[in-house]
C-alpha cells in the first residue's frame, strides 16, 4: 500500500510590517485571493475562482444571469458540446464517456467543460469554463448540446436552438425526485423550478429498463427516454479495463498480488450538514478490518461526494488509502477485488464488475422506514452478506471466494433484473441517438 502520509506543520510569525499590509490581495494565472489575519493571531489563505470584477459579487452574478433571457436568438454556437459533471466539481461520469466518443469519432465538435475552479482537469480535447464566468453564461445559452448529470442551473432556461441531455449519476433506488421532495417538506414553488427544468430536457437517459418508468415519474418527463444502459460503465466491460486496473492499482501504490476491497458507504440524511455535506459513517472499523486482514490485503475507502465536501477524512495509513478524494469511481471499481456497500447504487455499477459484494447494513429499517426511504424493497438489490459488524465483515472478506460461490444465484438474477442494459456499448447508443450516426 501506499506509505503512510506526513503532515508538516511549519510555525510562521508575522512582524508587524507585514501584518500592517493585510489583507494582501494576490492574483494568478488560474485563480486569485487573500491573506488575512484570523483572531487570535493566525493567517488565513482564502483561495477563490478567477473572476473579474465585473463578476464577482452577488451583485453581478445576477446581471449576468438576468442577460440571459435578453440573448440574443441569433447568438448560437453549433457543434458547442457544453458538459456538466457532478456541479463541475470534476469531469467525470457519463458526459466523461460522452465526450471520449466523440473525441474518437472525430466529430469536430468543441467541446467545453464546466469546472468550479482552475483545480478541476478535463480530458484531453476539452476546454475548461470557470462557472459563473461571462464566459460561462454566454455557453449556457448559445451552446447546441447542453449535458449534464445534475439539475441544471434554476436560472437557465433552455434556449430554442439547445439540445440538453440528462443523464444523471445513479441507478435509481433511493427516494428521489417528488418522492424525496415530498419527504423532505419542500414548498410547492422549489419542486416546481425541478418539474420546470425537467421539461427542458430533450433525452433523458435510463440506465436499465426497470428504471425507466422510476425516473420518468419522479421528474414528470415526458421527452425522449434512451434506455441505452449507463455511459460511464461502458470501461466496466469492454477492452480497456485490464489497462485501468492495472494503472489504478500502479498509482495508489498497490502491489498485483494483494487483495483491494473497496468500502464505499453512502452518506445519511441524518448526519446531513445540508443537501449538499455529510460526515461520513463510522459503522465499519477500518482500521481493525486491515489488521485482522494483514498485508495481504489493501482497504481503499471511498467516501460519499456528500463526504468529499467536508474536511473530515478517515486518512492513509498502513494498508489503508483514503480514496474520497479520487475523481473516477470507475477506477477503483475495476482496481478492487471485492466492495463492502450499503445503500448506494454504486452497487449496481459494481455488479458489472462480477466481484463480490459485502452489503454492511446496520441501520437498514432505519434507512429505508425513517432516514431516507427507497423506491423499492432493498433485499433483492444486495447479492451479497447483510452484516452489521465489523467482525461479520471480517469473516466474509476473509474468504471472497465462498462469498462468490453462496451468492451466485442472487448476483445472477440481480445483473439480470437491474443492469440487463449494460453491454460495453451504451456510449455508442448514445451518440448515435443524440449526434448522429458514424
Given at each position: ?102 473525441r474518437r469519432r472525430n466529430t469536430g465538435h468543441t467541446l467545453y467543460w464546466a469546472v468550479r475552479d482552475a483545480s478541476v482537469r478535463v480530458p484531453e480535447g476539452g476546454i475548461p469554463v470557470i462557472q459563473e464566468t461571462a464566459e460561462w453564461y454566454r455557453l449556457l445559452h448559445d451552446a447546441e448540446f447542453y449535458l449534464d448529470n ?289
Amino acid at each position: 500500500a501506499a506509505s503512510d502520509a506526513v503532515l508538516d506543520w511549519i510555525p510562521l510569525h508575522a512582524t508587524k510590517d507585514v501584518v500592517d499590509q493585510l489583507p494582501l490581495p494576490f492574483t494568478t494565472d488560474s485563480l486569485r485571493g487573500r491573506i488575512r489575519l484570523t483572531k487570535p493571531n493566525g493567517i488565513h489563505l482564502l483561495i477563490e475562482p478567477l473572476l473579474t470584477d465585473q463578476e464577482r459579487g452577488s451583485h453581478h452574478q445576477r446581471e449576468l444571469q438576468d442577460a440571459l433571457t435578453s440573448r440574443p436568438l441569433s447568438s448560437y454556437e453549433p457543434g458547442a458540446v457544453l458538459f456538466r459533471s457532478y456541479f463541475g466539481e470534476i469531469a467525470g461520469c457519463n458526459p466523461l464517456a460522452v465526450h471520449h466518443e466523440l473525441r474518437r469519432r472525430n466529430t469536430g465538435h468543441t467541446l467545453y467543460w464546466a469546472v468550479r475552479d482552475a483545480s478541476v482537469r478535463v480530458p484531453e480535447g476539452g476546454i475548461p469554463v470557470i462557472q459563473e464566468t461571462a464566459e460561462w453564461y454566454r455557453l449556457l445559452h448559445d451552446a447546441e448540446f447542453y449535458l449534464d448529470n445534475m439539475h441544471q442551473m434554476i436560472y437557465h432556461k433552455k434556449p430554442r436552438h439547445q439540445i440538453q441531455i440528462q443523464t444523471f449519476h445513479g441507478y435509481p433506488f433511493k427516494q428521489m425526485g417528488q418522492s424525496h421532495w415530498k419527504w423532505q417538506q419542500r414548498d410547492k414553488k422549489h419542486v416546481q423550478s425541478y418539474l420546470d427544468r425537467a421539461k427542458d430536457w430533450d433525452y433523458l437517459v435510463s440506465p436499465a429498463s426497470y428504471g425507466t418508468e422510476l425516473l420518468c415519474a419522479e421528474f414528470g418527463f415526458d421527452n425522449t427516454v434512451l434506455e441505452i444502459g449507463y455511459p460511464r460503465n461502458d470501461v466496466l466491460q469492454n477492452e480497456q479495463a485490464d489497462a485501468v486496473r492495472a494503472q489504478t492499482r500502479a498509482r495508489l501504490g498497490i502491489h498485483r498480488d494483494q487483495t483491494v476491497i473497496m468500502y464505499a458507504p453512502t452518506f445519511r440524511d441524518s448526519m446531513a450538514v445540508n443537501d449538499f455535506r455529510a460526515q461520513m459513517v463510522d459503522f465499519l472499523d477500518h482500521q481493525l478490518l486491515a489488521a485482522e486482514l494483514g498485508d495481504d490485503f489493501v482497504i481503499l475507502v471511498r467516501g460519499h461526494a456528500f463526504n468529499a465536501r467536508v474536511d473530515a477524512r478517515v486518512g492513509t495509513h498502513g494498508n489503508t488509502i483514503d480514496v474520497t478524494d479520487y475523481p473516477y469511481i470507475e477506477d477503483l471499481c475495476l482496481a478492487s477485488d471485492a466492495a463492502i456497500l450499503d445503500y448506494s447504487s454504486l452497487r449496481f455499477d459494481y455488479a458489472l464488475t462480477g466481484k463480490p459484494m459485502i452489503f454492511m447494513v446496520p441501520d437498514l429499517v432505519e434507512y429505508q422506514s425513517e432516514s431516507r426511504g427507497a423506491l423499492f424493497s432493498y433485499e433483492p438489490t444486495a447479492p451479497g452478506p447483510l452484516v452489521s459488524t465489523t467482525l461479520e465483515v471480517i469473516d466474509a472478506a476473509a474468504d471472497l471466494d465462498e462469498v462468490a460461490k453462496k451468492y451466485a444465484y442472487q448476483y445472477a438474477m440481480f445483473k439480470a433484473t437491474y443492469t440487463n442494459l449494460d453491454d460495453g456499448h451504451a456510449t455508442e447508443r448514445l451518440v448515435d441517438a443524440v449526434f448522429g450516426k458514424k
